[in-house]
């Protein structure tokens, strides 16, 4: 899915899903490797947001998704990637009864890296 229609690879062999499970792997895991006062494991992030035992599904996203011919026309504001994490299109997992309208979320963690600006 991601890599057909975000990334125009029209047959994806394992070395493109390789970089995209990497990058989103790297993104879960940099709470761990830098210094700072986020510096919990996923356990934690799992018990944190939401005490209930028998409810905990992580599942992982990634945003933006571009391919390299759009990667440096595009801006991406805080709220356009918070907008495209959410979407059931850039979700590593699908779900087929998923209504981003309709269904909730528990609890949300959403890492960005860089040089975020919030409004």
């Given at each position: 899915?991601?890599?057909q229609?975000?990334?125009?690879?029209?047959?994806?062999?394992?070395?493109?899903?390789?970089?995209?499970?990497?990058?989103?792997?790297?993104s879960?895991?940099?709470s761990?490797?830098f210094q700072?006062?986020?510096?919990?494991?996923?356990?934690?992030?799992?018990t944190?947001?939401?005490?209930?035992?028998?409810?905990?599904?992580?599942?992982?996203?990634?945003?933006?998704?571009t391919?390299?011919?759009?990667?440096?026309?595009?801006?991406?504001?805080?709220?356009?990637?918070?907008?495209?994490?959410?979407?059931?299109?850039?979700?590593?997992?699908?779900?087929?009864?998923?209504?981003?309208?309709?269904?909730?979320?528990?609890?949300?963690?959403?890492?960005?890296?860089?040089?975020?600006?919030?409004?």
């Open positions: 899915g991601i890599c229609k975000k990334l125009d690879i029209k047959r994806p062999d394992y070395s493109d899903l390789n970089i995209i499970i990497g990058k989103t792997v790297s879960m895991t940099a761990l490797r700072g006062e986020l510096n919990v494991d996923l356990n934690e992030f799992q944190n947001l939401v005490p209930f035992p028998r409810l905990h599904f992580m599942t992982s996203s990634i945003a933006p998704v391919n390299k011919e759009k990667g440096g026309h595009e801006s991406h504001t805080v709220n356009d990637i918070t907008d495209h994490a959410l979407q059931p299109a850039n979700m590593l997992v699908k779900y087929t009864d998923f209504d981003v309208a309709e269904d909730k979320y528990m609890a949300i963690s959403l890492n960005y890296r860089g040089d975020v600006k919030s409004k």
